[in-house]
C-alpha cells in the first residue's frame, strides 16, 4: 500500500484509498477539468472537496502542496518511478494524466503540441478573461459604478469566443474528429460564462454558429456529466 504520509494535506484530508490518485478540488471550472478528465480516463481516484468558501486552500496543509493556494491539486501515489507525485495547475495535471494513460492527447507529436496550444490558450486568455466577466458582472465587481472594467473583459471574452468559433469551423472538436484535454479544458469555461456568470446575452453566445453545438456536444457527454458534479460541495 503506498504511504503518502510524506505529504501534510493527507492529515487534514485523510486518504481512505492511498492505492488511488488523491483528487483535491471543487467544481468550478478549473476543478471540473480534472474531475472530467479522470472520469473520462477511468483511472481510479479519491476526490476530496475542499471548501474555498471557508478559505481550506489557505490551510498549511493545503499550500504544502500547492503553495499557490487554488485548486485543483492531486497526489498520484504511482508517479513517475512508481514513486508518489504531488500536481497543481490543472493544465499541468491535464498533461500528465494524458500522458500517464495516453489517452486524450494525440500520440503524433505535431499533433500533440497543436492539442497542448490550445490548453495554454484557454490557461492563459480564457480563463482569465472569463474570469474577470463573471467577477465584474455577477460579484462584487458589479457594484463599481465606472462600467469600463466590465466592458474591457467582455469585449476580450466576444474577441476569445471568435477564436474558438473560427477554429471549429469544419472541426467537430478543437482538434478536429478527435475529443482531447483541449476540449476538456474549456468546456467548464465556456459553460460558467453563459451558464453561472449569466454573460450568455452580454457577449453575444447565441449569434455564433460552432461554439453552442461544441459546447452542447460536451456536455452531453457521460463523463463530462458526471466530472461536473465531483466533489460533492460541501
Do not use: C
Not at 457577449?203 to 460536451?218: I, Q, S
Amino acid at each position: 500500500m503506498p504511504d503518502l504520509s510524506a505529504f501534510p494535506i493527507t492529515k487534514l484530508w485523510p486518504a481512505r484509498h492511498p492505492d488511488r490518485l488523491q483528487l483535491y478540488s471543487l467544481p468550478t471550472p478549473n476543478g471540473v477539468k480534472v474531475s472530467i478528465m479522470l472520469e473520462e480516463i477511468g483511472l481510479p481516484y479519491e476526490p476530496h472537496a475542499i471548501d474555498i468558501g471557508k478559505d481550506e486552500t489557505w490551510t498549511p496543509e493545503f499550500l504544502s502542496l500547492n503553495p499557490n493556494g487554488k485548486i485543483p491539486a492531486i497526489i498520484d501515489p504511482d508517479g513517475p518511478g512508481g514513486r508518489p507525485i504531488g500536481l497543481f495547475e490543472s493544465g499541468a495535471i491535464l498533461l500528465y494524466l494524458a500522458e500517464k494513460t495516453g489517452k486524450l492527447l494525440p500520440a503524433d507529436a505535431a499533433l500533440r503540441y497543436e492539442a497542448i496550444q490550445w490548453v495554454f490558450f484557454q490557461m492563459a486568455a480564457v480563463g482569465p478573461m472569463f474570469g474577470q466577466v463573471g467577477y465584474f458582472h455577477k460579484f462584487a465587481g458589479r457594484e463599481i459604478a465606472d462600467k469600463r472594467p466590465l466592458e474591457r473583459y467582455v469585449s476580450e471574452s466576444k474577441r476569445l469566443l471568435g477564436v474558438l468559433e473560427t477554429r471549429l469551423d469544419g472541426r467537430r472538436w478543437i482538434m478536429g474528429d478527435d475529443y482531447t484535454i483541449a476540449d476538456i479544458s474549456l468546456l467548464g469555461w465556456v459553460r460558467n460564462l453563459v451558464g453561472f456568470y449569466g454573460a450568455r446575452d452580454l457577449v453575444g453566445f447565441d449569434a455564433l454558429a460552432r461554439v453552442p453545438d461544441w459546447l452542447d456536444r460536451g456536455l452531453s457527454r457521460p463523463a463530462v456529466q458526471r466530472g461536473l458534479e465531483i466533489p460533492k460541495r460541501p
